[in-house]
């Protein structure tokens, strides 16, 4: 317990120490920056005085006189916000050595509105809402957009970037109780170029010779090629059916099979169906096939039937 203490004190003692050596420091560069101050170079003495409050925050009368200052240099944005910030600080403080400060800052907050520049963003284009603005370097919040944004006078930049590169900038001058817009074009994020149309193949030409009936008879012959082959399939297929069902129940014909037998036998009777449908459909496209082939033959053509004891054929030329 003791040791708890000691050390609590040792603490204390520790910390007493730094915040007096800070105060000291503070005091030091605060009579530096009164001292340019009173010798009117108030842009040195700001920089005395910046130090000074970060030696010692707690003394708030460098902060006053950097406002001082600053209202002095003409810089009446910067000079209202550290108003503001005074009289923050002094609320929070509570002590009465700053009794009336904050009726002070609220008269200068109040008495430079007028004097202060103001700038606004404008962004516009297609691709205003992904853009990142920036306002002499520092990025904006979206809300921020359109809004007054209190800036000292002078030359004032602002930037559109898409995707960390910028596509639009701006930048213009801005004297004491004016108030002027800078405008961002952003553009749209580039559309893919569409491809060439592929060209349309014209249509193979037709052959001079070539007679609506001869076009009849070719697709006659393709159908009854086609139903020769589909017979051909069916047949297979048919067959295979039978097989399976005979190695299932091979008194099929005569006996009621397993119901295992039933897939079986409808695939074969579907497949029957299909081979006496594709053989007639077969035999007629190769009839009416041959019968246009003949009425499209001209005089000079020859043609004739061929009749032999094992059959007939359709001879001619061409």
Same mark, same amino acid.
């Given at each position: $317990? ?21 105060? @000291? ?6 009579? @530096? ?23 010692? /925050? *707690? ?29 923050? *600080? ?51 919040? /979206? ?17 559109? @970037? ?34 060439? /149309? ?9 052959? *001079?010779? $070539? ?108």
């Amino acid at each position: $317990m003791r040791a708890l203490v000691l050390l609590l004190l040792v603490a204390s003692l520790l910390g007493a120490g730094v915040a007096s050596a800070g105060e @000291e420091d503070a005091r030091t560069f605060f009579a @530096e920056g009164r001292r340019l101050r009173l010798a009117g170079e108030c842009r040195s003495a700001i920089v005395a005085f910046e130090r000074a409050r970060a030696a010692y /925050p *707690e003394g708030l009368g460098s902060r006053r006189n950097i406002a001082e200052c600053q209202e002095e240099l003409g810089a009446f944005a910067s000079a209202r916000r550290n108003w503001w910030e005074l009289r923050r *600080e002094v609320l929070a403080s509570g002590e009465a050595r700053y009794d009336g400060w904050v009726e002070d800052a609220e008269a200068a907050h109040q008495r430079l509105a007028d004097k202060v520049a103001k700038v606004a963003i404008q962004v516009v284009g297609e691709g205003a809402a992904g853009a990142t603005i920036r306002v002499d370097g520092e990025v904006i919040e /979206p809300s921020l957009r359109g809004v007054d944004l209190e800036r000292d006078p002078g030359i004032h930049e602002a930037s559109a @970037e898409v995707d960390g590169r910028e596509v639009a900038s701006g930048r213009l001058r801005v004297e004491s109780g004016e108030r002027k817009v800078i405008t961002l074009r952003v553009p749209g994020a580039p559309r893919p170029k569409s491809p060439p /149309p592929e060209p349309t193949p014209s249509p193979p030409a037709a052959d *001079e010779g $070539m007679s609506g009936t001869m076009v009849g008879a070719i697709t006659a012959f393709s159908i009854s090629g086609a139903s020769l082959v589909g017979f051909g399939v069916a047949l297979g297929f048919r067959q295979q059916a039978l097989d399976e069902l005979t190695s299932i129940c091979p008194n099929h014909e005569t006996i009621a099979c397993a119901p295992a037998a039933d897939e079986v036998a409808s695939r074969g009777h579907r497949a029957a169906i299909a081979v006496n449908a594709l053989a007639p459909l077969a035999a007629v496209g190769a009839a009416v096939g041959i019968a246009l082939l003949v009425l499209d033959l001209s005089d000079d053509d020859r043609v004739g039937l061929q009749l032999s004891p094992t059959g007939a054929a359709l001879t001619g030329r061409f």
